[in-house]
């Protein structure tokens, strides 16, 4: 049986956390010198939160769907950062010219898209926090946490579960060439429609809403609204603790096909010696 | 001598309108070899078709959880037009300022654009069109889906055609030389091209009353909505496909077709002096300050 290449290269675990904080670097540190940056990506899921909270107001909604829409508003910023910093950044590398460089180095290709995972979380949580503050603060939510821990939890597994999925797709954007763009720009208004961003993800109907909860942000949103809500819970498509469940299943299936992918990507890039080059 | 001066001077005015209409041309055929040659046709009328519909099905969720599926109701032709129209200012203001970051950024070929003998601004005008086209599919297919599968209370046999050609036209290029005044600024800046088009299409999407009444709006941000060509435009189309419902709402009730055709014109047109001399401006400052072939990460 062939092993992955990445079992090739020589494994240090100093090296292997080293490349880790390397890549987390300037997503972390990076992304907040530009201050622009950091505005457009408050502002910009805001103009679409307020948009959406106006149109329930003009329907007559009950406050808690603005509350939906808030924290809606906040996970866009997690799955746009999926979907261009983790997903398509692969392919960003190589047109840029560094892939070539990532494959020939000495440390592990895991340890790079964990970095670009970890650096992308930590950048993103800052500023979907700030969309939930000023979100909260205009449209006057009220929220009903009713246990701090659990919602930690359940945050926390969603990121894992979701940034395992971007790591996977990283590699599976980078063997689509130039239509990873394309699939990127395409998989946003579809995922906002099937993971309930904006509405109740129950509201979809059984089997729609159960083919969605391979979107870790479907249940994960689910669950987190049942838990900050105090109508939350009669909103719920499962149970908090099964969705729970599912998602760390998820994790473990999205983590293991990142590094398989990686590996075959990898062997591949070396075998036809064709998957660095930038094709326009 | 006289006649020599005018007949030099009619010649120039011929050369620009040749140069003009033949920047237009090809760069509509590049724009639409670019969009669409990354994939097979079926791929790219699927591509084409479900991000729009998927924009407009979350409205309809929203919509029909709250009301219980009453989409009988003016307030759901409201919306639902709105949205479906409004995929043209995604697409054709959008698609002119994209093309200065796509030559610039992706391609490369920004400088070697500005320095051949074409018409800068036809020549962006004309990579528009290619989002155009998609954006008419876009539109045609929304409309029919909420026709067929949503009770959309549209009677084609009652369509005021002469005034929705008219309004679309109109507000086709009003996009247009919005998209110009986009393109200007993107040219200037290096490093927020990004945000540049999807902030002021967000922006638009929230005071134009595209998806919900002004009046919704808090009443200091009325005036905002007031002042966009957009919010006549999507008001006449409305008025023009489905009449009685669009005029329900009281916000711009008091006036008639003709002036609201009138404001439309003459915002319109102030949008478009403005656009024109910001993109001048903007391009002049960009090649006095190098800027051109400035990519991001320089």
Redesign the interface.
């Known amino acids: 049986m062939e092993r992955p290449a990445d079992f090739a290269r020589p494994y240090s675990p100093r090296l292997f956390f080293q490349t880790v904080i390397a890549r987390a670097y300037p997503r972390i540190i990076g992304t907040q010198r530009e201050k622009s940056w950091l505005f457009f990506d408050v502002f910009l899921p805001m103009l679409a939160v307020s948009a959406y909270v106006f149109v329930y107001r003009a329907i007559g909604a009950p406050e808690t769907y603005i509350g939906f829409v808030v924290m809606g508003g906040a996970m866009t910023a997690f799955w746009m950062n999926i979907l261009w910093s983790m997903s398509s950044q692969l392919y960003w590398e190589k047109e840029q010219g560094n892939l070539a460089l990532y494959i020939i180095a000495p440390n592990s290709l895991m340890a790079i898209l964990l970095g670009m995972a970890f650096g992308g979380l930590v950048a993103t949580t800052l500023r979907a926090f700030a969309i939930v503050l000023f979100g909260s603060l205009l449209f006057k939510v009220q929220f009903a946490v009713t246990s701090f821990l659990a919602l930690f939890g359940t945050f926390t597994l969603t990121m894992v579960a979701l940034y395992g999925m971007g790591m996977m797709f990283s590699s599976l954007f980078l063997l689509l060439n130039r239509e990873a763009w394309h699939l990127a720009n395409l998989a946003q208004e579809p995922i906002y429609l099937l993971s309930g961003f904006y509405f109740p993800l129950r509201s979809l109907g059984f089997w729609v809403a159960a083919s969605s909860s391979l979107i870790p942000l479907a249940l994960g949103m689910d669950a987190m609204r049942q838990l900050v809500f105090l109508e939350g819970p009669s909103f719920g498509f499962l149970n908090v603790g099964i969705e729970l469940a599912i998602l760390g299943a998820l994790s473990v299936i999205f983590l293991i096909g990142a590094r398989y992918l990686l590996a075959y990507m990898e062997r591949l890039a070396i075998r036809e010696g064709r998957l660095t080059d930038s094709r326009r | 001598m006289q006649a020599e001066t005018s007949m030099a001077h009619q010649n120039g005015a011929t050369r620009n309108l040749r140069a003009m209409g033949r920047s237009f041309l090809t760069a509509a055929w590049l724009g639409w070899q670019i969009e669409s040659n990354?994939?097979d046709p079926f791929l790219f009328a699927i591509?084409s078709v479900?991000?729009?519909v998927?924009?407009a099905?979350?409205?309809v969720?929203?919509?029909?959880?709250?009301?219980g599926g009453d989409f009988d109701s003016p307030?759901f032709a409201y919306?639902f037009l709105g949205n479906a129209f409004y995929i043209y200012v995604g697409s054709v203001m959008t698609g002119v300022s994209w093309a200065v970051l796509d030559d610039r950024e992706?391609?490369k070929t920004l400088k070697y654009i500005f320095i051949a003998p074409i018409h800068a601004p036809s020549y962006l005008m004309g990579r528009g069109v290619a989002r155009f086209l998609t954006g008419t599919i876009s539109v045609i297919v929304t409309i029919a889906a909420g026709m067929l599968f949503l009770n959309l209370q549209l009677d084609l046999r009652a369509v005021d055609w002469p005034l929705f050609f008219a309004a679309l036209g109109m507000g086709v290029i009003m996009l247009a030389n919005l998209g110009l005044l986009l393109a200007g600024v993107t040219l200037t800046i290096a490093?927020?091209v990004w945000?540049v088009g999807?902030?002021v299409a967000?922006?638009l999407?929230?005071f134009s009353g595209a998806?919900?009444?002004l009046d919704?709006?808090p009443v200091w941000l009325r005036p905002l909505g007031f002042a966009m060509p957009l919010t006549y435009w999507l008001e006449l189309l409305r008025r023009s496909l489905v009449g009685d419902v669009a005029q329900a709402f009281p916000t711009l009730a008091g006036l008639s077709n003709a002036q609201l055709f009138a404001i439309l014109i003459g915002l319109s047109l102030l949008f478009g002096i403005l656009a024109f001399a910001i993109y001048r401006w903007c391009e002049h400052a960009a090649r006095e300050r190098g800027l051109i072939d400035m990519v991001t990460?320089y």
């Not at chain 2, 969720?61 to 009301?67: A, F, K, L, N, T």
């Open positions: 990354w994939t591509y479900v991000k729009p998927s924009g099905a979350i409205l969720v929203m919509y029909g959880i709250i009301s307030l919306i992706h391609y490093n927020h945000f999807d902030t967000g922006a999407y929230l998806i919900f009444p919704v709006l990460n």
